[in-house]
């Protein structure tokens, strides 16, 4: 491969592949990007949520403006809950940080790639990238290296509420019932949108009856 370009077809670059999650395709790291931030998720079956619900300005956010292409399949996208019909080809920009966003894929295959970045700012791998390369643990089920690489974020970032959460969640899956729900807790404390995440996350099932499980929050 030549040092001054590189060519990749998207299934063909690295992934990360949850059961019952869509398939990351870590494009940025990848093809050794350093200017902007670029990845894709491939649906895994219809009706799944290609773009989980967020926001730019949350926990392990990094304020970017992103840009979404549907390079295959279609997606309904809903940003401030405003429905968008997003057939292969289209663009959603969301310029907005604040600006809430999420797409459900119509059928399975369907990939939606993300340009994102700061307006007149350098560069930097956003929190939730580094905390997220972790999930490959979860395709060989290798909870203790889980744990010991989310440890060491832990210690680089005492305060990241999602590198908590998802200790607490290889915790619980390793069986470590007392340190999961402890790092759950602290991840909750940090971000209580947590609170909600955890009453139907599979990781943690093994702790719904321990009366130090966290009570669903109220609907608004």
Same mark, same amino acid.
């Given at each position: 491969?030549?040092?001054?370009?590189?060519?990749?077809?998207?299934?063909?670059v690295?992934s990360?592949?949850?059961?019952?999650?869509?398939?990351?395709?870590?494009?940025?790291?990848?093809?050794?990007?350093?200017?902007?931030?670029?990845?894709?998720?491939?649906?895994?079956?219809?009706?799944?949520?290609?773009i989980?619900?967020?926001?730019?300005?949350?926990?392990?956010?990094?304020?970017?403006?992103?840009?979404?292409?549907?390079?295959?399949?279609?997606?309904?996208?809903?940003?401030?809950?405003?429905?968008v019909?997003?057939?292969?080809?289209?663009?959603? &920009?969301?310029?907005? @940080?604040?600006?809430?966003? +999420? !797409? %459900?894929? /119509?059928?399975?295959? $369907?990939t939606?790639?993300?340009?994102?970045?700061?307006?007149?700012?350098? &560069?930097?791998?956003? @929190?939730?990238?580094?905390? +997220? !390369? %972790?999930? /490959?643990?979860?395709? $060989?089920?290798?909870?203790?290296?889980?744990i010991?690489?989310?440890?060491?974020?832990?210690?680089?970032?005492?305060?990241?509420?999602?590198?908590?959460?998802?200790?607490?969640?290889?915790?619980?899956?390793?069986?470590?019932?007392?340190?999961?729900?402890?790092?759950?807790?602290?991840?909750?404390?940090?971000?209580?949108?947590f609170?909600?995440?955890?009453?139907?996350?599979?990781?943690?099932?093994?702790?719904?009856?321990?009366?130090?499980?966290?009570?669903?929050?109220?609907?608004?």
């Open positions: 491969m030549s040092e001054r370009y590189r060519v990749s077809a998207i299934e063909d690295r990360v592949s949850v059961p019952g999650q869509p398939v990351w395709r870590l494009l940025r790291d990848a093809l050794g990007i350093e200017a902007f931030g670029v990845n894709a998720w491939t649906a895994t079956e219809a009706g799944q949520a290609v989980g619900e967020h926001d730019e300005l949350g926990a392990g956010a990094a304020g970017h403006e992103e840009l979404y292409v549907v390079v295959s399949g279609s997606a309904t996208f809903t940003v401030d809950g405003e429905e019909d997003a057939p292969t080809g289209t663009l959603v &920009f969301v310029c907005d @940080p604040a600006a809430k966003r +999420a !797409a %459900v894929a /119509r059928e399975a295959g $369907t939606v790639l993300v340009v994102g970045g700061v307006p007149g700012e350098p &560069f930097t791998v956003a @929190p939730w990238e580094r905390n +997220a !390369a %972790v999930l /490959r643990f979860w395709e $060989t089920e290798d909870w203790e290296g889980a010991a690489e989310l440890r060491e974020h832990h210690e680089a970032e005492p305060g990241s509420a999602g590198i908590l959460y998802n200790l607490a969640c290889a915790e619980a899956r390793a069986g470590r019932r007392d340190d999961a729900l402890e790092h759950l807790a602290a991840a909750i404390a940090n971000f209580a949108g609170a909600g995440t955890a009453q139907d996350d599979d990781d943690l099932a093994s702790l719904r009856d321990d009366p130090r499980f966290p009570a669903s929050p109220p609907r608004a």
